[in-house]
C-alpha cells in the first residue's frame, strides 16, 4: 500500500519517438496522498521486460513537483491533487539503435519519491511506440 493514489491516471498512446530521439507524452491524472509532496520529489520511470529492469542507463526521471506546479501550485502538497503535464524526453544518440522498436508493448513502471526516498506511489502499464 502506498501514500500516493490514483481514481484516474491516462498516458499518451501510442507515444511517438522522432528521429532524433526525442519525444514526449502527455500525463494526466486525478490523485490522493496521505503523505505529503514535498520540493524534490521525484517521477522515475523505466521498462520493464519480462519482469525485470533493463540496464540502468533506460530509468528516466522527471521534477514531479514542477509536473503538478500548473495544477495545484507548488509543493508541499498534501491531499488531493491534479496532473495535468507533458513530459518531453529531449534527443539521446546514448540509447542503443532500435531500442524504441524494442520497446514498443513494453510494460513501463513509474515511482515517485520524495528527497528523503519515502517512495508515494508505484504504477505500470503498457505503452505503444511508434516511430515518426
Same mark, same amino acid.
Given at each position: ?35 505529503? =509532496? ?6 522515475? *520511470?523505466? /521498462?520493464? @521486460?519480462?519482469?525485470? %529492469?533493463?540496464?540502468?542507463?533506460? #530509468? ?26 507533458? =513530459? ?6 546514448? *540509447?542503443? /539503435?532500435? @531500442?524504441?522498436?524494442? %520497446?514498443?508493448?513494453?510494460?513501463? #513502471? ?23
Amino acid at each position: 500500500t502506498y501514500p500516493m493514489t490514483f481514481t484516474s491516471l491516462l498516458v499518451t498512446n501510442p507515444i511517438v519517438v522522432n528521429q532524433n530521439g526525442s519525444f514526449s507524452f502527455v500525463v494526466i491524472g486525478i490523485g490522493e496522498t496521505t503523505v505529503p =509532496i514535498v520540493q524534490g520529489a521525484v517521477l522515475h *520511470y523505466y /521498462p520493464l @521486460i519480462d519482469g525485470i %529492469l533493463p540496464l540502468t542507463g533506460y #530509468r528516466d526521471k522527471v521534477d514531479f513537483c514542477q509536473m503538478l506546479n500548473n495544477s495545484n501550485g507548488p509543493c508541499p502538497i498534501s491531499g488531493s491533487f491534479n496532473v495535468n503535464a507533458t =513530459i518531453t524526453h529531449p534527443p539521446n544518440s546514448t *540509447y542503443l /539503435p532500435g @531500442i524504441y522498436s524494442f %520497446l514498443n508493448g513494453a510494460i513501463i #513502471r513509474a515511482e515517485v519519491n520524495n528527497p528523503d526516498n519515502t517512495n508515494l506511489t508505484c504504477v505500470q502499464g503498457q505503452i505503444n511506440i511508434i516511430s515518426s
